[in-house]
Structures are given as structure tokens and as C-alpha cells.
């Protein structure tokens, strides 16, 4: 079982930038994967970023790609999404997700969830 925990949400105006964490506890190995995906307001969950535990394989949304940056602390078991000049576009509610399996873009990929955390980009 994986447990995940995300937490670094908050209110930013746009342009600046936000670090997301997601504390992951329980069996990891080398064919684990983690991904973050976002939900704003009446819209379907989102894929955001994705990579697998050991970090061959990166993979990131259009929308993203260029100023978000999944990363992991080995010593704090913990994935994080770095995201550099935010626009009020991504405004929404960020999911931690993880899969024992390859990681993908669609949220049926994943069984493991954390409870969301909320981030408000002004303009």
C-alpha cells in the first residue's frame, strides 16, 4: 500500500512561483511511478507531470512543460512540483498520484491519491 500526503499549496499572483511536495509512504521500487495531475472549477482532472521512481522517464503536459518541474528527494521520499511563472490558468486543485506500473496520462493509470491541495494564481 502507498500512502500519499501533498501539501505547499496556496494564493500567488501570476508570474511567480509555487513549490508542490507529496510525501510518499509505503513500497516503492524501480517500476514505481509518480504523477501529478490539477482540477480546476468544473473541468475534468488534468494531467500535469509524471515520472518514474527511478527518474528515466520524465514526462509533462503542454500547457506545463517548460515551466514545471517534477522532481525527487531521495532522503525525504518525497516528489515535488516545482512551478515557475504561473498564470491564472493554473489555478486548480493538485493531486499527487501513483501506480506500480509505467506511468501514463490518464488518471485510470493510477490507484493511489492524495487529498489535493489548492493553488490560486492571481492576476
Known amino acids: 500500500q502507498v500512502q500519499l500526503v501533498e501539501s505547499g499549496g496556496g494564493l500567488v499572483q501570476a508570474g511567480r512561483s509555487l513549490r508542490l511536495s507529496c510525501v510518499v509512504s509505503?513500497?516503492?521500487?524501480?517500476?514505481?511511478?509518480v504523477a501529478w495531475f490539477r482540477q480546476a472549477p468544473g473541468k475534468e482532472r488534468e494531467f500535469v507531470a509524471a515520472?518514474?521512481?527511478?527518474?528515466?522517464?520524465?514526462y509533462y503536459s503542454a500547457p506545463v512543460k517548460g515551466r514545471f518541474t517534477i522532481s525527487r528527494d531521495n532522503a525525504r521520499n518525497s516528489v515535488y512540483l516545482q512551478m515557475n511563472s504561473l498564470e491564472p490558468e493554473d489555478t486548480a486543485v493538485y493531486y499527487c498520484a501513483a501506480t506500480y506500473n509505467q506511468p501514463g496520462t490518464s488518471s485510470f493509470a493510477y490507484g493511489y491519491w492524495g487529498q489535493g491541495t489548492q493553488v490560486t494564481v492571481s492576476s
Open positions: 509505503g513500497r516503492t521500487y524501480s517500476g514505481f511511478a
Open positions: 515520472r518514474t521512481w527511478n527518474g528515466d522517464s520524465v
